[in-house]
Each structure stands twice: as structure tokens, then as C-alpha cells.
């Protein structure tokens, strides 16, 4: 009995590990080889307003262009990543929060963005129309919900 039991408690973790390893899907908008990809359309700096550390943003071809010039709203397809750093060099990475234009009608009343939160593995752990992120990016002076300054 008592074999059996740490046997089942044994494939209970197994499952629950593929489990977890299962929904944490890398994030469809962000290629792994994103650096060769992207292009980086602010320096690092930092921002208080997603906690206490510095990012770099960076954006996809869609975006890139539109995103620099500040012609909004950008269009469809358009991804902007912003990589989480601890330091002032952006040199350590240690998540990502990004936004993508999704289909129209997606989530109309907010511009149609599709909000994620990363880990540094480009792993989703938040994902969809997040109000949080929404609500604050709305305020002045962002413009589509983009709020990085040049
Ligand atoms: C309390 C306000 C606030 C919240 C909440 C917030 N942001 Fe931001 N975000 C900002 C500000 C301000 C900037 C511009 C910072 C700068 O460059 O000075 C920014 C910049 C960004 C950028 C760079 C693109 C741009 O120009 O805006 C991305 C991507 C981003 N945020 C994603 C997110 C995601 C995803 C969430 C939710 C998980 C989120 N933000 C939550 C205020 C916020």
C-alpha cells in the first residue's frame, strides 16, 4: 500500500510538471531569434510605471516604421516588445511585456491590443486583453496606447 501510494504521488508530479510545462507556451508574436528580427526603436531606460527596473523596446517590420515616426494608429500585425532589464545597461534580461495589433473587432473598445507578459524564455504568463495594461496605457500622453517618448 504504502508502495503504491508513493507511486501514484510520483506520476502525480510527473503529470502535473508536463502539465505546467504544456500551458506555458512560448509567445506566438515573439520569435526566438527576435534580435535578428526586430529592430530596437527606444534605448533602455527606465520605467517606473512597470516596476522598478529598465527595458529596451523593440518592434517587428509592421510596426517598426509607424512606431518611430509616431503615424498611429499602427496597423494590424503590428508587434512592440519591450524586454525587462534589472540594470541600467539592459544587459540582463529578465522578461518581456508586449503588445501586438491584432484582427480588428479583437478587443475594439481598446484598440484591438493583445497584451502579454513574458518570462526571459519568451514564455507566456499573462496573456489577452489585460486590463491592467490597457487602463493605464489609455491615459495622456500615450497615443494608441503606445506611451514610450522618443
Ligand atoms: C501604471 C501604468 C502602466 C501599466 C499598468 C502598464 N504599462 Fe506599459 N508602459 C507604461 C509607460 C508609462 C510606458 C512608457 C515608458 C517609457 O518609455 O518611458 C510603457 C511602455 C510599454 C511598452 C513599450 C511600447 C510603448 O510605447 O508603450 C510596452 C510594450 C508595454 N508598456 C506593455 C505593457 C504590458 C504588456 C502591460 C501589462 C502587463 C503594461 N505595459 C502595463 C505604463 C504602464
Same mark, same amino acid.
Given at each position: 500500500?504504502?508502495? +503504491?501510494?508513493?507511486?501514484? @504521488?510520483?506520476? +502525480?508530479?510527473?503529470?502535473? /510538471?508536463?502539465?505546467?510545462? &504544456? +500551458?506555458?507556451?512560448?509567445?506566438?508574436?515573439?520569435?526566438?531569434?527576435?534580435?535578428?528580427?526586430? #529592430?530596437?526603436?527606444?534605448?533602455?531606460? %527606465?520605467?517606473?510605471?512597470? /516596476?522598478? /527596473?529598465?527595458?529596451?523596446?523593440?518592434? !517587428?517590420?509592421?510596426?517598426? /516604421?509607424? =512606431? +518611430?515616426?509616431?503615424? =498611429?494608429?499602427?496597423?494590424?500585425?503590428?508587434?512592440? @516588445? @519591450?524586454?525587462?532589464?534589472?540594470?541600467?545597461?539592459?544587459? &540582463?534580461?529578465?522578461?518581456?511585456?508586449?503588445? %501586438?495589433?491584432? !484582427?480588428?473587432?479583437?478587443?475594439? @473598445? !481598446?484598440?484591438?491590443?493583445?497584451?502579454?507578459?513574458?518570462?526571459? !524564455?519568451?514564455?507566456?504568463?499573462?496573456?489577452?486583453?489585460?486590463?491592467?495594461?490597457? &487602463?493605464?496605457?489609455? #491615459?495622456?500622453?500615450?497615443?494608441?496606447?503606445?506611451?514610450?517618448?522618443?
Amino acid at each position: 500500500m504504502k508502495i +503504491t501510494l508513493s507511486v501514484l @504521488a510520483a506520476g +502525480t508530479a510527473l503529470l502535473a /510538471g508536463c502539465f505546467q510545462d &504544456s +500551458t506555458a507556451q512560448h509567445s506566438t508574436f515573439l520569435p526566438l531569434d527576435y534580435l535578428t528580427k526586430f #529592430q530596437a526603436v527606444r534605448t533602455c531606460r %527606465a520605467v517606473p510605471a512597470h /516596476g522598478l /527596473g529598465y527595458q529596451r523596446v523593440l518592434a !517587428n517590420d509592421v510596426a517598426a /516604421g509607424p =512606431y +518611430t515616426t509616431g503615424s =498611429y494608429p499602427l496597423p494590424p500585425g503590428s508587434v512592440v @516588445a @519591450a524586454e525587462q532589464h534589472a540594470e541600467s545597461t539592459c544587459t &540582463s534580461l529578465s522578461g518581456f511585456y508586449l503588445m %501586438a495589433k491584432d !484582427n480588428p473587432g479583437y478587443d475594439a @473598445a !481598446n484598440a484591438d491590443w493583445h497584451w502579454q507578459r513574458l518570462d526571459a !524564455n519568451q514564455r507566456v504568463l499573462e496573456d489577452g486583453r489585460l486590463q491592467t495594461c490597457s &487602463s493605464c496605457h489609455a #491615459q495622456p500622453p500615450c497615443n494608441d496606447y503606445l506611451c514610450s517618448p522618443p
